[in-house]
């Protein structure tokens, strides 16, 4: 069964510190897709990142970056100099990967970020 | 490109009641996915359809169902309301093994 913990429940930072959000991830297949979705108090849930389990180079986005490590069975998430807009709830994912069809997201319990001022 | 639509956005309903909820997909999008969020539980998938066909369903009840239209808006349904069924919905829609889910805003349902 696949599963995915996130050990932080809730983070508190001054705004322009650097966060690092921890995902950790347990499945038996061999190939699968790791997210990161973004949720805000609007409720919808907003695409950050997906990861193939081939693909362990760490990826920066702007302010965003991304550590996969499969020795370690995690995928963890830091925000650069956070800033007020990044305040909302980080979800990490987790789905096999079945060619040509979809498959279900596992999803960790999320993190609250709170990027006080 | 218009994003996943989900309604009605809000919805109360007493126990014992059942309530269908839709979600039109991003046009193109084929693959429609369910998923229930609590605050206990968390975000829990519920079912995925693909052509008018449900391929994948999570561990919920019976009394949780959906359908998937040829145009492939998808309803979902929840009879004989429990208390535990009040939550966030969200439809998330996606290209066939493109593995990325675009979400809609949910439906927020409240069983009384």
């Known amino acids: 069964a696949q599963k995915v913990t996130q050990a932080q429940t809730e983070i508190s930072v001054v705004e322009k510190e650097d966060v690092t959000l921890d995902c950790v991830y347990e499945?038996?297949?061999?190939?699968?897709?790791l997210f990161w979705y973004k949720q805000p108090p609007s409720g919808e849930l907003v695409f950050l990142i997906r990861?193939?389990?081939?693909?362990?180079q760490n990826e920066i986005s702007g302010r965003y970056s991304w550590n996969f490590q499969k020795s370690t069975s995690s995928f963890n998430f830091t925000i650069t100099a956070s800033q007020v807009v990044d305040s909302a709830v980080y979800f990490c994912?987790?789905?096999?990967?079945?060619?040509?069809?979809?498959?279900?997201?596992?999803f960790g319990k999320g993190i609250t970020l709170s990027v006080r001022p | 490109k218009a994003g996943v639509t989900q309604t009605p956005r809000y919805l109360i309903k007493t126990r014992g009641q059942q309530v269908t909820l839709s979600c039109s997909p991003i046009?193109?999008?084929?693959?429609v996915s369910w998923y229930q969020q609590t605050p206990g539980q968390g975000l829990q998938f519920l079912f995925e359809?693909?052509?008018?066909?449900?391929?994948n369903k999570g561990n919920f009840p019976g009394r949780f169902s959906g359908r998937q239209f040829s145009n492939s808006r998808s309803e979902m349904n929840v009879s004989t309301l429990e208390l535990g069924d009040s939550a966030l919905y969200l439809c998330?829609?996606?290209?066939?093994?493109?593995?990325?889910?675009?979400f809609g805003p949910g439906t927020r349902l409240t069983v009384l």
């Open positions: 998330a829609s996606s290209l066939v093994a493109s593995g990325r889910e675009f």
């Open positions: 499945t038996r297949d061999t190939t699968y897709y």
């Open positions: 990861r193939n389990s081939f693909d362990e």
């Open positions: 994912a987790l789905s096999e990967a079945r060619g040509g069809a979809n498959s279900k997201l596992t």
């Open positions: 046009s193109g999008h084929r693959s």
């Open positions: 359809y693909f052509s008018e066909t449900q391929r």
